[in-house]
């Protein structure tokens, strides 16, 4: 889940020259050819990301990602070749489908821990992609400030950006912010018709979805239930989940908190009645035993998703900022047209 308890998101680091962007790093050392950014009428180029301009002189040749989301976006966009390598859990999620699934095997797999900065340095980075809980942290010393001061910058995670409002996060919605990542990074690489033809895919298959989802007064109450015992662990309406629900014909019971993870009472989500909970699904923690726990748990035994065991399991990949979203709208969808049925 996106919390300090697993690796975040990828972080695009550039190792910083005079410029303030791009490594200093000679076409030998990189993994990419690096030839669109050394020369060409393409760079410098400029991105707008959390709020902060950043101009890049070159293409990053050797990224370290944070997470499976924020990895599977270099992958969907084809940049396995400008990769230093990535840090993940095992927990990938079902790889079957997945169509750029082969940038597992070209590219390094650094770490199952946790990303840091001797790691990066170690994999000489010359950008880190991540975000704060993906990853960043001021509690572990692990930021961009700090990656800064050793030559490394970073691009944050869409879906992780701070609002201005202590920690919460979250500044579009979760399909905004996946365009945003994709549009941007489609720039730095100089690969925007690639990014272009993906939000275009995207954006189709989420119109189907949608075209198939229940409405008006068929579209249930949905819950996402992420972990936690005492208090629920769940999304806001800046994180993935929400606008997968709500596309897939859901009304989001916590549409109103303006965070994209966070933590709610019992009692709010008993009040809201979901009639349907969607799991996440990750970590060592089963579904299965996540279904159990909530199936028992005597404060929901009269909470409609509960009574008419209307629960539905996705995976951490799709429910966090990842080029998966728009496949787990379809899927969501399908099921919930099918409780209705």
């Known amino acids: 889940m996106p919390n300090l308890a697993r ?26 050819d690096g030839a669109t950014a050394s020369s060409g009428s393409h760079y410098p180029v400029t991105v707008e990301n959390c709020g902060e301009r950043k101009t ?33 859990p095992d927990d990938k999620g079902d790889l079957t489908a997945v169509p750029w699934k082969d940038g597992y095997q070209k590219t390094e797999w650094l770490s199952k821990d946790r ?7 170690d994999a000489r980075a010359d950008l880190v992609f991540a975000g704060w809980n993906y990853g960043f942290n ?7 400030a700090a990656l800064q001061r050793v030559g490394i910058d970073s691009y944050l995670l869409s879906e992780s950006c701070r609002n201005g409002q202590g920690k919460a ?29 993906l939000v275009t895919s995207f954006r189709e298959q989420v119109a189907e979805a949608q075209a198939k989802a229940p409405k008006g007064a068929d579209r249930p109450r949905v819950f996402l239930y992420d972990s936690g015992e005492d208090k629920p662990f769940t999304s806001g309406a800046f994180a993935g989940p929400h606008d997968i629900i709500t596309k897939a014909g859901g009304d989001h019971v916590m549409k109103d908190l303006k965070d994209s993870w ?80």
Not at 8 to 32: F, I, P, R, Y
Not at 138 to 144: A, S, W
Not at 169 to 197: H, I, S
Not at 266 to 292: C, F, H, L, M, S
Request: a negative charge; charged letters at 25%; one cysteine or more.
């Open 169 to 197: 996060r979250g500044v579009m919605t979760p399909l905004d912010a996946l365009y945003t990542d994709l549009r941007n990074l489609g720039k730095v690489f100089d690969v925007e018709d690639r990014a272009e033809t």
């Open 262 to 341: 966070t933590t709610v009472g019992w009692e709010t989500v008993v009040a809201r009645d979901p009639e349907v909970i969607v799991i996440n699904d990750y970590g060592d923690v089963t579904a299965e035993q996540k279904r159990k726990f909530l199936k028992s748990y005597k404060p929901l035994a009269n909470v409609s998703a509960i009574k008419n065991d209307r629960i539905v399991v996705l995976d951490y990949v799709d429910l966090v900022e990842s080029p998966r979203n728009p496949a787990a709208i379809d899927s969501l969808a399908a099921s919930l047209k099918g409780f209705g049925s």
């Open 56 to 88: 890049f002189d070159r293409a990053p040749r050797r990224v370290v990602t944070n997470d499976v989301g924020i990895t599977e976006i270099m992958f969907a966009l084809g940049l396995e070749d400008h990769m230093a390598g990535y840090v993940m």
């Open 7 to 32: 690796p975040a998101a990828l972080t695009l680091v550039l190792a910083l020259a005079v410029t303030g962007c791009g490594a200093d790093v000679s076409q030998g050392e990189g993994k990419g």
């Open 138 to 144: 001021e509690g572990e010393g692990f930021t961009p």
């Open 115 to 121: 990303i840091n900065k001797e790691l990066v340095l």
